[in-house]
């Protein structure tokens, strides 16, 4: 490789790029480094491997393609943009293999936000005055591979009035200077910030009225007034209770969500997307094509977690004995059945690309609206049958790994505790700890929430739904299908010459 092709960060250079004295809070103290602190440790090196797949010869395949931007290097394939529904299957593998890393777990893994970081490449003259920024980002996001997170939730503050009169909480610019805007206020709820290089800001769920508003930018993480008090920390809680044995998801691939604060915070011009512009600030996810794209990242990501959680349940009812019950057989025909459809979605997605500027193309919204809302239903469906199926067999377990070590104890466990199906007695426990970590503990639901809102709250996805549809002008040729076949007929009968009309009786 010359010294002038660009690759994505290694794992090592990840770790190393996060420890730049962030302003990050738990549990009262200020975190010195993010890399070596319990609460994110362990999900920072999670994602690091990730990193370090880009440059695994045996993974290169599918995750990476060459760069576009005339650097000689290669890049994740969803940094780059879709020309071919090739490329857009090329995309849903590379998303799915990095997937199968956390297992589903990280939603926010650095390419979730390559959904919009590849809009600004495709359509940069969609920023007008900014469109050099968006051009510039593009390129540098693709070529290094950034971990970028976004806010754009305004808090559940002050409801009773208008967004744009809570002007001490929501994020708005102070002051314009010649080098960049001054920004204060707050973001719900940030999820996975902690450990990301940087953090896009924005809006959704509320029309903006005022300039000071009508703001979309990034910043890096370590600028000066930005905070995140984070959640409490199920990695943290993890490693205090238990061991990797006893909580195996939670203790490496806990996404903290905190509470995003900008304190008069500058953000240069150069990370300036829109400001000013009411509308576009309003309407920029749908229209730039972020929506799209954000929605095949979730389908892909949540079809592999659900390839997990089937397999959970499979194994499940093995060590239970029950996997032979027909009831038991049912509702592991539902489970594959929500799991097939998400991959039909994103297959579909995919093939049925919808047309966007230059030869580039976008996955079908069509489907990626209909994954928002059956998401809502069909995830908290699949962690409820395994609740009803497993039953007391998730909590019939001993509290802690150590307790197997003890020699008085074993003997006890090795009995009492074993499972069927020539399951042994830690076999099992293993298991059903991993499941019970999947479905049962904070952390599990957690991700639930996280899963019933991914792409905004529940009668949104819904309205939207419709939305999108009546400004495509679908929703119009729903109901003209409808009145051709209300042309045909009237009160003296077949108004269609090809059809005969009953006799009198």
């Known amino acids: 490789m010359s010294e002038t092709t660009t690759r994505p960060l290694t794992g090592d250079e990840y770790l190393e790029s996060i420890r730049d004295g962030r302003e990050i809070w738990a549990y009262g103290e200020r975190v010195d480094d993010v890399t070596k602190h319990p609460a994110f440790r362990n999900t920072a090196r999670m994602t690091a491997r990730l990193y370090d797949a880009l440059h695994d010869p045996e993974k290169r395949d599918v995750l990476t393609t060459p760069t576009d931007t005339g650097s000689g290097g290669f890049t994740h394939k969803f940094f780059r943009a879709p020309k071919s529904t090739t490329d857009l299957l090329g995309d849903r593998d590379a998303i799915a293999e990095w997937a199968r890393m956390s297992y589903g777990w990280l939603g926010r893994s650095p390419d979730y936000k390559a959904s919009f970081l590849t809009t600004l490449g495709v359509d940069p003259g969609y920023y007008g005055e900014f469109e050099g920024n968006a051009r510039r980002w593009?390129?540098?996001?693709?070529?290094?591979?950034?971990?970028?997170?976004?806010?754009?939730?305004?808090?559940?503050?002050?409801?009773?009035k208008a967004a744009d009169d809570v002007g001490d909480v929501f994020v708005h610019v102070e002051?314009?200077?010649?080098?960049?805007?001054?920004?204060?206020?707050a973001?719900?709820?940030?999820?996975?910030?902690?450990?990301?290089?940087?953090?896009?800001?924005?809006?959704?769920?509320?029309?903006?009225?005022?300039?000071?508003?009508?703001l979309v930018a990034t910043l890096p993480m370590d600028s000066p007034g930005l905070k995140l008090i984070c959640r409490p920390s199920y990695a943290l809680q993890a490693d205090t209770m238990g061991s990797p044995f006893d909580y195996p998801l939670s203790s490496r691939l806990d996404e903290n969500d905190t509470i995003f604060v900008l304190d008069k915070v500058k953000i240069p011009w150069e990370n300036v997307f829109v400001y000013g512009d009411q509308a576009k600030a309003a309407t920029f996810l749908s229209a730039s094509g972020f929506l799209n794209r954000s929605t095949f990242h979730g389908v892909t990501r949540l079809a592999v977690k659900l390839d997990f959680l089937a397999g959970l349940l499979l194994k499940g009812v093995d060590?239970?004995?029950?996997?032979?019950?027909?009831?038991?057989?049912?509702r592991i025909g539902e489970v594959l059945a929500w799991r097939n459809m998400f991959w039909g979605l994103s297959d579909a997605m995919a093939l049925n690309p919808?047309?966007?500027?230059?030869g580039a193309l976008l996955p079908k919204l069509d489907y990626g609206m209909a994954y928002r809302w059956f998401m809502t239903i069909g995830y908290p469906r699949v962690?409820?049958?395994?609740?009803?199926?497993?039953?007391s067999a998730l909590i019939y377990l001993n509290s802690h790994a150590?307790?197997?070590?003890?020699?008085?104890?074993?003997?006890y466990l090795d009995k009492y505790v074993r499972g069927s199906s020539g399951y042994d007695a830690v076999e099992r426990v293993k298991l059903m700890k991993l499941i019970w970590d999947s479905v049962g503990t904070e952390?599990?639901?957690?991700?639930?929430?996280?899963?019933?809102?991914?792409?905004?709250?529940?009668?949104?996805?819904?309205?939207?739904?419709?939305t999108a549809q009546q400004a495509s002008g679908q929703v119009d040729g729903y109901k003209g299908f409808a009145e051709q076949c209300l042309a045909e007929y009237d009160l003296d009968g077949w108004t269609a010459p090809d059809l005969i009309n009953p006799d009198r009786l």
């Open 138 to 160: 593009y390129a540098e996001a693709q070529e290094k591979v950034l971990f970028w997170n976004h806010a754009i939730i305004n808090p559940p503050v002050d409801r009773h």
């Open 319 to 330: 060590v239970t004995g029950t996997r032979d019950f027909r009831g038991i057989q049912t």
């Open 443 to 466: 952390f599990a639901g957690r991700n639930e929430l996280y899963e019933r809102n991914f792409s905004g709250n529940h009668e949104n996805v819904r309205i939207e739904m419709l």
């Open 354 to 358: 919808d047309p966007w500027k230059g």
């Open 383 to 391: 962690r409820e049958i395994i609740h009803q199926d497993l039953g």
């Open 175 to 185: 002051e314009e200077r010649d080098d960049g805007l001054v920004v204060s206020g």
């Open 187 to 214: 973001k719900v709820v940030a999820t996975g910030s902690a450990l990301t290089h940087g953090n896009f800001i924005a809006h959704y769920g509320l029309p903006v009225k005022k300039r000071e508003f009508a």
């Open 402 to 411: 150590s307790d197997f070590q003890n020699p008085e104890l074993r003997p």
